[in-house]
């Protein structure tokens, strides 16, 4: 939000000081100010010139040589391009070493072989409007010479940048009027409340009475909070004053007419949106605030097309719809340069209401942005009143007809809030002491009316709450402390550490099994961790073949397609992130830890954390590498688990069974506590071509939902090193190729000798025709002697032996 400091001084006195320095001051005690401009320095540095004189660029058919007399300021000659020049026209004249609000500096410069000595601008060039049509044409009875802002009456404006996030929950501050109270408090200065009930009753005199061409009838079904509406007559639709046309610019929005401009004007000034329609386009002489009653398409003023729906409120006529209420007119009530009378309205919105519409028909306005903040519905009438002030203003031949209609809430129904606010808590909470008569001038500086209240030397404070503070801002005594810590000065605070006890705080057993798996991968697996969005689309779904859509677990109002409902699994995101990886490594590991989301008839959804782990290698299968990954798993977490064949009998709630990315042979079910709680498995490369991924991906996938609550014990046995060698022997064997090496593996198992250490798959290659080969690493140990070379070698021909009887011959 821009905020004009030349307006704020039509409300407050301001110190004399630096504008950057005002911009501190300011982001120290109200909100913080991004960056401070000075508008208008461009004014003082030109002049008023005439042209005398023209004629076509010998080298450039769109280009005219323009002569001109800035009077004492000389003559010159220009090159430009403008389609309005002509001999007697009154025009700003920029000299060279002018630096324009675009932020260039003027400098001869050669154009098509000719020297333009400076520049004849337009408006926008000048930072007056967005007009660039054609030079800027001054009356003809501007003097010569005379710098622009002589001619205007205007010297330069302070604006500041403010932050919109940091006056989210203060309603009041989107208005000059509330800034200009937050300047009042920060520096000293009175408040200048021009808005009195006497200045009301001035204008409320204006009303003749009686029967209003315009009727208002509000259904308490909608979203109307209170809505005032009146009909004026004799109006102009011309240009604004170029006095409220420059503060309209340096608040960021374009003047378009005396009208709108008056519009968008009070607004800016007291924060509360407002909508002036063409009178003569309302028909059956009523406005009617109800529920849409069906969906249809509304155009609004900006001519774009807009779907509504049967819940959202509109303001409208006898027979049409005028405006989505809130938001924007449409197209079919805004004023025209044929426009002789309006109807003014002035309402408030529900804040929800407004937000919601406004992400679902994605159109966010000024107007919404501040219906979203929760407005004052008691401030509706000061702003009713300060448009017909201007109207008046602007229009002196203009009259109201009939009165002031209004329909809503019962504005005297609403109570004052009070707040009992104790001295001696203020001093506690700010660790300071606040002189008494200070905390009152800044309740009162911030117009809280206060009443203290003295007991036994203990002074008590009945604070009433401004009705513009209270909507969703002010709701208790700490809420008040903060007013006066932050007007008192936070600078004036003290720096207390708290006196609070420092514990440690015991980790529950599920976040110590996730950091025992984060510690796991990292260190044992060389893994990096991963986090995909909680979040997925149904492109995203379809694209993994995942069976589950998610159909029951879609967002109302998502932000995207792409984030439209919650994820069912990990997988379909994983493999996108790994996807991504496989562009740029040969090889990774990756695993997350995170949750997923089932639809559940009685429950609406059911959320479990899941683990998934990737092995990707391009040149060869980590399958092996990825089981034997689940083995240590289940043995570093104390976890009874164990790796087996893949069974139908039961359901696996990890992978369906029917995903079309389970590999036909390399899977390998993960049971815990005798139950299938997750799999290992290489991805079809059918659904890699889909992700355009060359190579190999293995997933660990594992449900640790049921057991990551309990306190695992730890089995790990400590056993002293063998003070003897232990003997390693490899063979390999030859296998059919659709042979799964876990039966080779089980083969060698199944010769019993107590003096094997441990059994492992080292690698499988593939063979010619249709075979391969599956190389077995087997280590023997005696704990209590050396092994000797006699028995090695007949313990390694039973095992051998073992292998081929069940059908696996030594490869030669």
Known sequence: MKVSIDWIKDFVELPDAPPHTLGEEFTLTTCEVEDVTVSGEVLSQVFVAEITGFEPHPQADKLNLVQFDAGPRGRGRVVCGAPNVQVGLKVPYAPVGTTLPVGFTLE??????????????AEDELGISDDHEGLMVLKPDAQKGITLAEYLGTGTSVVLDIDNKSITHRPDLWGHYGMAREFGAAFGKPLSRRFTPEWAGGLLARFPGGDS??????????????????????????????WMQRRL???????????????????????????????????????????????????????????????????????????????????????SEDTTEVFVEVANWKDVEIRKTSTRIGLRTDSSLRYEKTLDTLSLKTTALRILELLMELNPGASVVGSLEYDGMDLSSIEPLVIDLDHRRIESILGTAVPEDRVIGILQDLDFEIDKQTQESESRYRVTVPSFRATKDVQCDADLIE????????????????????????????????????????????????????????????????????????????LSPEYSRMRPSIIPGFLEAAALNARHYDAFTMF???????????????????????????????????????????KFLSIPGSVEAVSDRMENYCLPRDWKGNHPIERRELKVMGRPMGTVVTVHPLLLSAYKMKGYLTLLVLDLHDIESREMKDKTAYTPLSRFPASVFDFSVVADSRTEARLVLDAARSYRCKEIDDIKIACVFPLDGDKKSVTLRVRFLDRDKTLSGAFLEEAQKGLIDAVEKAGFPLKR
Not at 109 to 121: A, F, N
Not at 219 to 228: N, Q, R, T, V, W
Request: proline letters at 5%; aromatic letters at 8%.
């Open 483 to 558: 007013e006066i810590g932050r007007i008192y000065g936070y600078g004036k605070l003290t720096p207390t550490p708290p006196l609070w006890t420092v514990e440690a705080t015991a980790l529950s057993p599920a976040k110590k099994m996730h950091r025992k798996i984060q510690d796991f991968f990292v260190l044992n697996a060389g893994a990096h961790e991963v986090m995909t969005y909680p979040l997925t689309g149904e492109g995203v779904l379809k694209k993994a073949s995942w069976p589950d859509l998610a159909e029951k677990l879609t967002l109302a109002n998502a």
């Open 592 to 634: 997350e830890y995170g949750r997923v989301y089932r639809a559940d008839d009685k429950d609406f959804s059911v959320e479990r954390n899941h683990l998934v782990a990737g092995f990707y290698a391009k040149t060869a299968t980590r399958f092996i590498e990825a089981v034997n990954g689940a083995e240590n798993l289940f």
């Open 213 to 242: 061409p315009v009727r208002v009838k509000v259904e308490a079904d909608s979203c109307c909070l209170g809505y005032f509406g009146y009909t004026v007559k004799g109006i102009r639709v011309e240009q604004s004053p170029k």
């Open 108 to 121: 001869p410069k050669e154009i098509r072989g000719i020297v333009s000595e400076g520049m004849l601008c």
């Open 249 to 335: 610019h340096d608040c960021g929005m374009r003047p378009i007419n005396s009208i709108v401009d008056i519009s968008n004007y009070v607004m800016l000034e007291l924060g509360i949106p407002n909508h002036l329609f063409d009178k003569n386009k309302i028909e059956g002489g009523l406005i009617h605030v109800r529920r849409a009653g069906e969906a249809g398409e509304f155009v609004t003023l900006d001519e774009m097309p807009r779907q509504l729906v049967e819940s959202d409120t509109v303001v409208a006529d006898a027979k049409k719809p005028l405006v989505i209420a809130g938001i924007m007119g449409g197209a079919n009530s805004g004023v």
